[in-house]
């Protein structure tokens, strides 16, 4: 009673495998429920990608918002036609959101440059070009405990912009499989429906808190970003893009109002301040906007660039991190470092053990020549405690069986 069906009949498993991740309700098996058990689904065949170029009328008539595309289209396929059509959906219909499984072609040379590192294993690798977008989220693939499959596919996009997004559980999820049964899904077609279902999620918890309004994307995207638990190299790096999605603390940043929306124009610049009352571990301050979609023959894929400096209480100057594209091993590899970032449509500034005190953010359109530009700045404050997410109280569990605590 939650799928319509615009597809013939499907053979294989694979598309019964990422719609339970995404919203399976645990009928036969509660341990292996979806994200959105109460989501509701239309399933289409993958080819010509008609979930795709349906998406603004399946918006406007039937009220969905995220897609969930687990499928290879390429080898870094770069800024492509499809690339341009999906950043340009989201830009016209701000609550459109599309998530795509980043690869799984780790091994494979797609001609970025910069050799191999570990375990023979080359850069940017993302497969295909609609996950090349700037609006979209590119899924990489994680164990349980947030380790990266060696399979799944690595970053840059192709004009040196982060890649793959953020990363999720993909490896060893149980879900549906024919006939009734469940079986293991792997690979980041197994992560990246996750990540669909806790944007779903997300947007329902907006939703209850507006009135029944849809948030827009960027929101939704945004905050995922820069709540994600930071693995890999300190900052966002070319394997786990922002890091292990965090849902939970990406729900709390929406419901504790720790964002606002703006915009700039050519030249402006924009002020704000962020008021700590306490000492913290961490604050994160994420600056990022639905960029305009790209020309499928310039170099550099980003249109509206926007800068973003955080001035501490002390009046410390602080600017985001960035990554260094240049196509060699060293460079691909290396930690982020400060500096102004010409390439992305998020930014990033994170401040270690972070006194009490108001902080400033300036904001600047550097070059704006599709503007105004809308940008979200969001906030995220951590703690320095221990929080216990899982088990939260209530969970049944079976004798003999291994748990892992959050």
């Known amino acids: 009673g939650r799928v319509t069906s615009f597809a013939g009949a499907s053979t294989g498993s694979h598309g019964d495998m990422t719609t339970g991740i995404t919203m399976g309700a645990g009928n036969l098996d509660p341990r292996y429920r979806g994200m959105a058990t109460d989501a509701y689904l239309y399933y289409y065949s993958i080819g010509s990608y008609p979930h795709i170029s349906n998406a603004i009328s399946n918006y406007t008539t039937r009220g969905v918002v995220v897609t969930s595309t687990s499928y ?36 494979s040379n797609c001609g970025y440059g910069g050799g191999t590192h570990s375990g023979g294993l080359y ?10 977008g700037k609006a979209v989220i590119a899924t990489g693939n994680l164990d349980y405990r947030g380790v990266l ?18 990363c999720s559980n993909g490896t060893n999820q149980m879900s549906t499989d024919p006939n009734n049964a469940y079986s293991p899904g792997g690979g980041t077609s197994a992560a990246a429906p996750g990540i669909a279902g ?24 945004s905050a995922m970003l820069n709540t994600a638990h930071d693995i890999g190299n300190p900052g966002p790096d070319f394997f786990y893009g922002w890091g292990r999605v965090n849902a939970n603390r ?110 400033t953010i300036l904001v600047s359109g550097t070059t704006i020549p599709q503007g105004p530009q809308d940008y979200y700045l969001l906030w995220e404050e951590i703690s320095n405690e221990i929080e216990v997410t899982y088990p939260a109280g209530g969970e049944p569990f079976v004798p003999g069986e291994q748990e892992t605590i959050r």
Not at 149 to 166: C, F, Y
């Open 149 to 166: 499959t060696a399979s799944s596919s690595r970053g840059p996009a192709e004009d040196g912009r982060i890649k793959p997004d953020i």
């Open 198 to 221: 806790l944007a779903v999620q997300m947007y329902d918890g907006y939703r209850q808190l507006n009135g029944g309004a849809d948030p827009e994307s960027a929101l939704i995207k």
């Open 250 to 359: 990406a729900m709390e940043l929406i419901e504790e109002n720790r964002y606002l929306k703006s915009s700039v124009a050519q030249a402006g610049s924009n002020t704000h301040t962020v008021n700590i009352t306490s000492p913290l571990e961490q604050l994160k301050l994420m600056v990022y906007w639905t960029d305009y979609e790209g020309s499928t023959v310039s170099s550099q894929d980003l249109v509206n660039n926007l800068d973003i400096k955080v001035i501490k209480p002390n009046g410390d100057t602080l600017l985001p991190w960035v990554l260094d594209p240049t196509p060699n091993g060293t460079s691909l590899s290396s930690n982020a470092v400060r500096g102004v970032d010409n390439l992305n449509n998020v930014e990033q500034v994170t401040i270690d053990t972070a006194v009490a005190g108001t902080y």
């Open 72 to 107: 290879s289209e390429g080898c870094n396929g770069g800024y492509t036609s499809t690339t341009r059509g999906v950043d340009q959906q989201t830009r016209q219909y701000a609550a459109i959101l599309h998530v795509f499984s980043a690869g799984n072609s780790a091994t």
């Open 123 to 132: 850069y940017g690798n993302i497969t295909g070009g609609r996950k090349q």
